[in-house]
Structure formats: structure tokens, C-alpha cells
């Protein structure tokens, strides 16, 4: 290999190396987030070298059209080409930004457009199984399952993200105004209303529960792992997906499928579009039209069924 092919990935991963900074530093991106970053990256500039590129400067239309031909000739879903895609033009907009390049070249790339798949989500009498079900265990006093019914009520009766949930600690909740105080992406804190029964999950964790788990590294954590730390992610997808499995008729998994179901009931129930993008923390209010075409979805299949004429 050539001085200037060698060149080429220092080059590259100089640049890679400051744009990651960047995330953190001044777009707060989660580590999850700079991760992906960093690996749909990595692969482009390993693309772009073995095709002759030396630098950033040298770096032009047909690299990224070669680069998305070779991720759809692999079989990648219109999801990940469409990720990809998006994560190297941020790259690229980021080195125009701090002069490295000109102009960005992948401005006229064109990614195949993401599916969209309308969110799995729990019907009324379901969600109403799922929280009996949780009481009922919890009602035992065994540490778990009261944990488990407070965590699952606070994510459906809030809409919070897992990772805004496992984040809490004791004092970001107002238990007279059932409001709790979550940091959201990009490092935005946003205050979120939750229900009577969510209150009262958390009021027995908090009371029987937690003290059976806390040691001298809880700190203020709301929810603890058996040891006594804060409750990670992972455990709490675990936890949630046990549950949402038992109920046996339903495709929802996972905390997100309380968060979509959460959002969709409230449409359902009359609640606004705002409203429901800022309980969500939602930066674009087409993210939170999504449901919108959940509960028209329903309306159809209920017309289809009933209407005499449909």
C-alpha cells in the first residue's frame, strides 16, 4: 500500500475522532447514540478508502452511491441503509461546518426510504390484564414484583423512555402532583404527569419495597437491582417483555410497546397532538403523528366489522 493510501485512514480516523467529540461534547448524544455513530462511520470510511479515497477532500458523490449499493446488495433492510445513509451525511455537515471539506457531497444522496411500521401496542382490556396481573403479584411483598409493577406502571402511565426511567431518582418525583422530572434526549429535562395507579405502584415500592434493596451504593436511585445499584436497562427490557409475554395475545415487547401504547390510548381518548408530543419529548411533532395512524388503523378495522355497508 501507497504513502497516500496509508495516509488516507489516519486521515480519516483523525476526522472520525474529532466529529465523536463533537456528539458529546456539544450535541449530548447518548453513548448508545455515538456508538452508532462511530460503527455506520467506521464502515463507510473503510469503503471509501479501498476505492482509492486519501482524505475527507477527496471524497465524492459516487462513494456513498457505491457505498449504499454494496449495503443493499448485502440484503440490509431500507431501515439500516436509510440509518446509515443519514448518520454519514451528519458526518459530512459536521465537516463542512468545521471547514475540513467545502461542501458536502452526500447533500444529494438519495437513501431508500424507511419502512413504516406502525408500533405494536397494547389494546385497553389488555393493558388492563397486564396492571391486574402486577397487582396481584405484588401483593406477595416480594421486592420484584412490586418493583416490577411501579416500573411498568410509571412507563405506561407516563410514557417515559427506559433509559428516562432507570435515570429517576427519588427526589424527581412530586408525589402530591404526581409529576416526575426526566431527562430526555439531547439533555433536554422535561416534567411529565403519571396516574393514580402508577402513584400508588411507586408509593408501595417505595415503602415495602426499596429498603429490602438498598445498601450504601443505592444513592437516590428510584429503582434498585438486587444488589442494591441503580436498575440498568437491560434488566428492565428483560422485566418487561416476562411480562408483556404472559398476557399470550399480543405481539408488544418491551418498554417501548407501554410508551406506544401509552401515546395511542390517549389519542384514542381524545387527548391532543401537542400535548401528547410534549408528554413524549418529542422534538418533531411528526414523530408523534405516528400514532395517529395507529388509532385511524383501529377505526378502519372497527368500521370493516361493524358498518353494514363498509
Do not use: C
Not at 115 to 133: G, H, K, N, W, Y
Amino acid at each position: 500500500m501507497g504513502s497516500g493510501s496509508a495516509a488516507g485512514p489516519r486521515q480519516f480516523e483523525t476526522a472520525l475522532e474529532m466529529f465523536l467529540d463533537y456528539l458529546t461534547r456539544e450535541r449530548h448524544r447518548s453513548d448508545h447514540t455515538r456508538r452508532a455513530y462511530q460503527l455506520d462511520i467506521e464502515l463507510f470510511l473503510a469503503h471509501a478508502s479501498g476505492a482509492g479515497a486519501s482524505g475527507l477532500q477527496d471524497l465524492e458523490l459516487h462513494h456513498f452511491r457505491a457505498w449504499l449499493g454494496a449495503l443493499d446488495a448485502a440484503g440490509l433492510s431500507r431501515s439500516t441503509i436509510a440509518r446509515r445513509a443519514a448518520s454519514v451525511r451528519t458526518f459530512m455537515d459536521w465537516a463542512v461546518r468545521d471547514e475540513l471539506v467545502p461542501v458536502n457531497p452526500a447533500l444529494r444522496l438519495r437513501a431508500p426510504k424507511r419502512a413504516s411500521a406502525l408500533p405494536e401496542v397494547l389494546s385497553r382490556s389488555q393493558a388492563t390484564a397486564l396492571f391486574d396481573t402486577l397487582a396481584e403479584r405484588a401483593r406477595s411483598g416480594d421486592p420484584r414484583e412490586l418493583q416490577r409493577r411501579a416500573m411498568l406502571e410509571l412507563l405506561y402511565g407516563s410514557g417515559v423512555r427506559v433509559g428516562e426511567l432507570v435515570g429517576l431518582d427519588i427526589d424527581d418525583l412530586d408525589l402530591e402532583r404526581r409529576t416526575l422530572v426526566v431527562l430526555g434526549k439531547g439533555e433536554k429535562e422535561r416534567t411529565v404527569p403519571y396516574g393514580v395507579p402508577a402513584a400508588e405502584a411507586t408509593d408501595d415500592w417505595l415503602r415495602r419495597g426499596r429498603k429490602q434493596w438498598v445498601t450504601g451504593v443505592s444513592g437516590a436511585a428510584l429503582f434498585l437491582g438486587p444488589r442494591g445499584g441503580r436498575m440498568g436497562q437491560r434488566a428492565v427490557r428483560s422485566l418487561v417483555a416476562e411480562s408483556l409475554e404472559a398476557l399470550g395475545d399480543t405481539a408488544a415487547r418491551g418498554p417501548h410497546s407501554l410508551r406506544h401504547s401509552a401515546a395511542t390510548h390517549l389519542l384514542d381518548g381524545g387527548a391532543d397532538l401537542r400535548s401528547v408530543q410534549e408528554l413524549l419529548g418529542h422534538s418533531s411533532l411528526a414523530t408523534t403523528q405516528l400514532y395517529t395512524h395507529v388509532s385511524v388503523d383501529r377505526l378502519r378495522q372497527s368500521y370493516q366489522q361493524a358498518h353494514p355497508r363498509a
